[in-house]
């Protein structure tokens, strides 16, 4: 499998008033392989966040580069990144982040309209296809205060993916959802990623972690610790729907558990 | 004082947002209390200026014998002359023709061109004197000239410069005020020289004219003294004046620029309560919740307004307060021309305090706008506000105007538009301002335009020609003439011209009182006039009066007056009304019979066969036709309303600047405003991989989309209001419709070129602050 992202020896640092200097990366060195669905888990302030950002050109790391599909995208001035961003990147955030003056579906093909790179009619026919994928077809013309947490991570998800990015980032991206929901936005990213996205994810909660097929455990800005949970097949989609799925769950999340006990989380 | 710590926290929170309110509210205060104190040193200086000049009340021009024996004699014994005279003489004028005159700095430049009649005088005994820069009464030695002001202006002069007559040279000793003649707009001019000097000059010029002045006991009897000395047998052929006409002339040239700064700080102040607005609602929407809890923990409503109240008074107060004392540091300059003309007066202090009470009225106004603007947390609900916890602003629907259906516009020229359009009350407030702003500009740059076109001379009672020859009464006049008419009749470089001749008559009013009506008569087809109502007089029988004689007459078209013709009283049609600024506005038109010995002045305009020099022309005639005036028809509205235009000119740059930079600082302020609101909506574009210069031309497409409202509205309004207020400026002075004469170059394309440019410059540099703004949007 190809590596859709190399990064080596990110550091960053932020500055707390003069002369404290606040190292939130150290020396980072990470890889994501294509179509891989991995997460990245650490107490608050471990730099889980920054990796994210780092990595996907919204932050430039003080040093280290990023390789994303070979390419050096530390240095790239602010419109290529810009461009990367829209056309090969898909992001899905805690707080989704709509823009609150555009319709649901006017969400959705935003940054399709933008990318230029299918016309109008074609934009809309994929959100029209995202949608219903994503079980929100109802809520096309409605404004964004008009739909639930779930449905509205779900709009968050076709945003995303309206330009076939080839990966999807997500920053606790269940983070601000009940755990039914959570549970079902899990089993669309497995479905999304099982159709070929590579998926990195950020977040604290063993659940989600779980679901993901490798899990880098962070700490004071370093990736301490790595573990590979194996593809999570079926298991991953409808963890609810049946006894037999919900315990196989059960099991892959108290093994991850352990070890991040081991790890000292 | 708890309260003026919360103050002083909000003006340092919000630091640049006050400074721009404090500005305007500061640059309307300026302008108003410069306004005020302009009117009253005007007045006072005017006042003053008359009183120690001893001003005339009446005066007859006349050129011709006088005897001053039956003037006398006819004041100490006619009943009404006996009563109202208080003391008179009979000022001889030696007319010296503007070819022999060379001022320039003594130069080689004559004043052959000029319009004005110079005349040159020796100082009079007890009244009319002519006063130096100090008020004071000059008295010259021999060899010395004084030099009215109007040509110090003009050419720049110093004291001690010489002054060349034919080929005596003098040295200029002094610059004279002359309380009748100081204004451009008066066509006569009185140089001072040593009696000495004086019976050496007539010895060669030999043409005299009289001032037969009179000093009254009752300055408000005017018009029955006027009437008694025109019913007698007394000399009369030239123009009568009067003190009131003295002082408007005097008003004129400072009114116009008075009235453009009064109307720009009025402009400001109406800038600075839009801003307020925007500011003030822009403060509740963002302290909402903070306002919501201020009420849950119950603080009374009147307790918070207080607490934004106060913050008002206080910009308010120090803005209008540093208004005025700067409005102190510039009075000097906005009066230079005021002291110049009439020397700084002792204005008395009860009137000092109306400058100062214009910067209060702007504080006042300043304060009671924001309590009004604030009676709005009357409708802030505690639990409404600590809920939704923010915007008060009314939701905007994301079903109106869809993206989807938008097929072609660019995406984020389409978002910059569709929030123009959903945020319409906001943005309203900004193509308002805008609106000013184009006005601003507009107002005085057409006005200059229309005001030094040549067009212009409509206004001043003449027709459009090339060319003008002016022959005023004097010796001989009657028969050179004719001679004139023949001459130029016979010239093959003219290709038509029309001999006017003004000549007095005698008004019958209803009362049975007469007075003097000045009348032009000839052929008006030839170089027609515009008229504002009716039609030019045809029949001898028809009449058209001057706009303000109109007016003043109580006349309009199809209206009958009485004259005497002849000795006959006859009835006469008013035909027409033109506007004429000229002559104090009133002036007539009758094709009537003239009188030779009641000819005021000839004129003959014409025009050339195109490809004539009309400089070479000028030059030949001017020689030719000696003692005639010959000037194009630039040269005359130049060298008539030259400070006006020029006073206006600085006004019009300072409108434009003033226009510009207001557009300017709206705009940073705003976009600052506007990007704090919409700071997560940019962060989230930005992390979907919208560039900086995506999210520029949004906020580009918003500003210049409402900046394009504002210049159409302001160049629509100026076009229609905006000449109806000029016109309403003018009509005191006799020019009541003025239409704009405009540059469609500059009015439609470098001024909102400039506008356009200062906002898109201004737009661009705050938007580079969201290049801060990254993905971090958690």
């Known amino acids: 499998m190809n590596t859709v992202l190399d990064a080596q020896k990110l550091n960053k640092s932020y500055t707390l008033g003069k002369g404290n200097e606040q190292p939130v990366l150290r020396d980072v060195d990470m890889q994501i392989k294509e179509g891989e669905f991995i997460s990245v888990m650490g107490p608050s302030g471990s730099g889980k966040s920054t990796l994210l950002y780092n990595i996907c050109g919204m932050d430039r790391p003080d040093s280290g580069t990023v390789l994303f599909q070979n390419r050096d995208i530390a240095g790239l001035p602010e419109r290529e990144l810009s461009r990367l961003r829209l056309n090969e990147m898909g992001f899905i955030f805690q707080q989704i982040h709509l823009l609150k003056n555009l319709s649901i579906f006017d969400n959705i093909i935003l940054s399709g309209y933008q990318a230029r790179t299918r016309s109008r009619m074609e934009v809309n026919r994929r959100a029209e296809e995202l949608m219903e994928r994503t079980g929100i077809t109802e809520l096309a013309g409605n404004d964004i205060t008009q739909a639930s947490g779930g449905q509205l991570q779900r709009v968050g998800i076709c945003r995303a993916l309206i330009n076939e990015p080839g990966i999807l980032f997500g920053d606790e991206p269940t983070g601000a959802l009940n755990s039914s929901a959570s549970e079902e936005i899990m089993a669309l990213l497995a479905e999304i990623n099982r159709a070929g996205t590579t998926i990195m994810l950020v977040t604290h909660d063993i659940k989600v972690a779980s679901r993901t097929e490798r899990v880098l455990f962070m700490m004071d800005g370093r990736i301490v610790a790595e573990k590979r949970l194996g593809a999570a097949g079926a298991a991953a989609e409808q963890v609810t729907a049946t006894a037999a799925t919900a315990a196989a769950a059960k099991a892959r999340e108290e093994h991850l558990a352990a070890w991040l006990l081991e790890q000292g989380f | ?778």
């Open chain 2, 1 to 778: 004082m708890l309260l003026l710590r919360i103050v002083r926290r909000d003006f340092l929170r919000k630091k640049s947002v006050t400074i721009v309110v404090f500005t305007f509210i500061m640059l309307s205060a300026l302008l108003l209390a410069g306004g005020a104190n302009l009117v009253v040193e005007l007045t006072a200086s005017i006042n003053a200026l008359f009183e120690e000049a001893r001003a005339s009340h009446f005066v007859q021009m006349h050129s011709g014998p006088v005897d001053r024996e039956a003037i006398e004699t006819w004041a100490r014994t006619d009943s009404t002359a006996r009563e109202l005279v208080k003391e008179m003489h009979v000022q001889e004028m030696l007319t010296v023709d503007g070819s022999s005159l060379f001022i320039d700095g003594g130069g080689t430049v004559s004043e052959e061109n000029s319009i004005m009649d110079i005349s040159f005088v020796v100082q009079n005994e007890s009244f009319d004197w002519l006063l130096d820069l100090d008020n004071q009464v000059i008295d010259l030695a021999p060899g010395e000239v004084g030099v009215p002001i109007y040509y110090l202006q003009r050419y720049d002069l110093e004291l001690g410069d010489p002054l060349r007559v034919g080929d005596a040279t003098y040295s200029i000793a002094a610059f004279v005020r002359d309380a009748q003649m100081n204004p451009a707009v008066v066509h006569s001019k009185r140089f001072l020289v040593h009696p000495a000097d004086y019976r050496v000059l007539s010895e060669r010029f030999h043409e005299v004219e009289y001032l037969i002045e009179f000093l009254l006991n009752d300055v408000d009897r005017l018009g029955e003294f006027s009437a008694a000395y025109l019913a007698a047998d007394l000399p009369q052929r030239g123009p009568t004046v009067d003190i009131r006409l003295f002082r408007i002339m005097n008003a004129l040239t400072d009114g116009i620029a008075l009235a453009v700064i009064i109307l720009l700080s009025l402009l400001l102040m109406g800038i600075a309560m839009l801003c307020l607005r925007f500011t003030i609602l822009a403060t509740i929407e963002e302290d909402y919740r903070e306002i919501g809890v201020m009420k849950a923990i119950g603080l009374s409503r009147r307790d918070i307004r207080n607490v934004y109240l106060m913050k008002y008074l206080v910009l308010g107060a120090s803005a209008a307060l540093t208004g005025y004392l700067v409005s102190l540091a510039l009075n000097p300059i906005l009066t230079s021309n005021i002291t110049l003309s009439f020397g700084s007066a002792p204005v008395p202090g009860l009137l000092r305090a109306i400058p100062l009470g214009a910067a209060g009225l702007v504080f006042l106004i300043v304060v009671a706008s924001s309590a009004m603007i604030l009676r709005r947390f009357h409708r802030i609900s505690a639990v409404e506000a600590l809920r939704s916890g923010g915007a008060g602003e009314t939701p905007r629907s994301g079903r109106f105007l869809p993206l989807r259906r938008s097929r072609f516009l660019d995406v984020n020229v389409f978002l910059g538009l569709r929030d123009v359009v959903q945020r319409v009350r906001l943005f309203g407030i900004l193509v308002l301002i805008f609106f000013f702003c184009a006005f601003i500009i507009i107002i005085p740059v057409h006005f200059l335009g229309t005001i030094q076109s040549p067009s212009f001379v409509s206004y001043l009672g003449i027709g459009r020609s090339d060319m003008r020859v002016d022959l005023r009464q004097s010796e001989g006049i009657g028969e050179r003439f004719p001679e004139v008419v023949s001459a130029i009749k016979e010239d093959p470089d003219v290709e038509r011209f029309s001999p006017l001749v003004t000549s007095r008559f005698t008004l019958v009013q209803e009362n049975g009182e007469e007075e003097p009506i000045a009348i032009e008569s000839g052929d008006f087809s030839i170089f027609p006039l515009d008229y504002m109502h009716g039609t030019a007089p045809r029949r001898d029988d028809e009449i058209a009066l001057s706009y303000l004689y109109a007016r003043d007459l109580g006349r309009d078209p199809g209206d009958t007056l009485v004259l005497l013709v002849g000795g006959e009283q006859r009835e006469m049609t008013v035909s027409g009304i033109y506007q004429d600024v000229t002559n104090g506005g009133r002036t007539a038109k009758a094709p009537l019979p003239f009188d030779s010995e009641n000819v005021l002045w000839y004129t003959i305009s014409l025009d050339l066969v195109p490809g004539t020099s009309l400089e070479a022309k000028m030059h030949q005639y001017s020689q030719a036709f000696y003692p005639a005036r010959v000037t194009d028809l630039e040269g005359y509205i130049a060298q008539t309303l030259g400070g006006t235009i020029g006073q206006l000119r600085r006004v019009t740059i300072i409108a434009v600047a003033v226009g510009v930079a207001v557009a300017i600082l709206i705009t940073a302020l705003f976009l600052k405003m506007l990007i704090a609101r919409d700071i997560t909506r940019i962060a989230i574009m930005r992390s979907l991989g919208f560039s900086l210069r995506s999210i520029r031309a949004q906020y580009l497409t918003m500003t210049l989309s409402l900046l394009a409202a504002g210049i159409a509205a302001g160049t629509l309004f100026s076009n229609t209001v905006g000449q109806r207020l000029v016109s309403l400026l003018w009509s005191f002075m006799g020019a009541a419709r003025i239409r704009f004469v405009i540059d469609p170059l500059q009015a439609y394309l470098l001024l909102p070129l400039l506008l356009v440019t200062a906002v898109s410059v201004t737009t661009v540099l705050s938007i580079s602050r969201i290049r801060q703004i990254n993905g971090g949007i958690q």
